[in-house]
């Protein structure tokens, strides 16, 4: 009977402590993960508006995201600082049309439809306000979904994460450039990036 009771105040013990994380997982010694289970997910959101003045000479879309990561938020929601953060890692990134497709002259009969625009054949996302930031994220895709999964492709953006809110960076590459619609119409697209980040001061 003593054992059982042992066993039962050890399961005690450690659900108590699992209670008290919030949901986040254990990183090393001194250290806590948070991701998808924390009780304030490292999940960021970046929205862009483009128009065919955002057309490169390469008849590709560039636009950069209309605000800046709150990550800062975020970190201190789960208690934490940038200053805390001793490794983020990006998870997954989606791409996700976030508006109707817009009227023009070339496509006078638009109508909203629940995939990604059509004219879109693959996206490239980076870190920064050009591309000269790390390339987190590209792919070519065709999808019949509202939102695409971008492979990812530079996981490790510690120094990014530590240095302070940044925004977004998005390539966009069209199958026709005039698909692309002409101020005062706009398309809009969301990227959302799932983080994990591990952070110190436990």
Wanted: net charge negative; glycine share 8%; proline share 8%.
């Amino acid at each position: 009977m003593r054992s059982f009771g042992r066993i039962s105040f050890a399961v005690g013990a450690a659900l108590l402590l699992a209670f008290t994380m919030g949901g986040c997982d254990s990183g090393g010694p001194g250290t806590v993960v948070l991701n998808a289970n924390s009780p304030e997910p490292p999940t960021v959101e970046y929205a862009f508006r483009y128009t065919s003045d955002d057309l490169s000479g390469n008849d590709e879309v560039e636009v950069v995201s209309q605000a800046a990561d709150n990550l800062t938020s975020v970190l201190q929601s789960n208690g934490f600082a940038r200053s805390d953060v001793v490794s983020a890692r990006v998870d997954s990134v989606t791409l996700e049309r976030i508006s109707a497709p817009t009227p023009t002259t070339s496509r006078p009969r638009a109508r909203p439809e629940p995939q990604v625009f059509q004219y879109l054949l693959g996206a490239s996302v980076y870190l920064g306000e050009n591309d000269s930031g790390p390339r987190i994220a590209g792919g070519q895709f065709q999808t019949d979904q509202r939102f695409v999964s971008l492979p990812v492709t530079t996981p490790t953006v510690t120094s990014v994460v530590r240095a302070g809110a940044t925004p977004a960076f998005l390539r966009l590459e069209v199958e026709e450039a005039s698909n692309v619609p002409e101020p005062p119409n706009e398309d809009a697209v969301e990227v959302r990036v799932y983080y994990r980040i591990e952070v110190e001061g436990v």
